[in-house]
C-alpha cells in the first residue's frame, strides 16, 4: 500500500515536500513514481526514482524545481518541490513499478507499468 501526503496550498515560488509512504512492501526494491493530474487533463508523469541504482527521472517542466528521493530507513519516497507555479496545481500521485531499470529508462512515464498506486494529495499554488 503507498500514502501520498504532503499537499496543500502554496503561493507561486513556494515549496512543499510530498511523501509517498510504503507498507506492505519495501519499497526501495521497487520503482516510485509520482504522476500528478490536473483538473480536465490527462494525468502526466513527473518524477521517477528506481530501486536498483536509484536513478532519477524528471518531466522536463519541473526539472531543476523537483527533486525525488528516498529513505530506505522510512520507507517512503519524497517529492520536493521548488519554485512552483500556479501550473503545477494537480492531484499528485504515487506509484510502484515492478519494472527492471533498463526498462524505465526509456519507459519510466508510462502509467501503465506501474502495478501499485496511492491515494492522491492535491497541490494547489495560487498565484
Known amino acids: 500500500q503507498l500514502q501520498a501526503s504532503g499537499g496543500g496550498l502554496v503561493q507561486t515560488g513556494g515549496s512543499l515536500r510530498l511523501s509517498c509512504a510504503a507498507s506492505?512492501?519495501?519499497?526501495?526494491?521497487?520503482?516510485i513514481g509520482w504522476f500528478r493530474q490536473a483538473p480536465g487533463k490527462e494525468r502526466e508523469a513527473v518524477s521517477c526514482?528506481?530501486?536498483?541504482?536509484?536513478?532519477?527521472y524528471y518531466a522536463g517542466s519541473v526539472k531543476g524545481r523537483f527533486t525525488i528521493s528516498r529513505d530506505t530507513a522510512k520507507n517512503t519516497v519524497y517529492l520536493q518541490m521548488n519554485s512552483l507555479k500556479p501550473e503545477d496545481t494537480a492531484v499528485y500521485y504515487c506509484?510502484?513499478?515492478?519494472?527492471?531499470?533498463?526498462?524505465?529508462?526509456?519507459?519510466?512515464?508510462?502509467?501503465?507499468?506501474?502495478?501499485?498506486w496511492g491515494q492522491g494529495t492535491e497541490v494547489t499554488v495560487s498565484s
Open positions: 506492505g512492501f519495501t519499497s526501495e526494491y521497487y520503482a
Open positions: 506509484a510502484a513499478s515492478t519494472q527492471p531499470e533498463t526498462r524505465l529508462f526509456r519507459l519510466w512515464i508510462l502509467s501503465r507499468l506501474y502495478d501499485y
Open positions: 526514482i528506481t530501486g536498483s541504482r536509484g536513478s532519477t
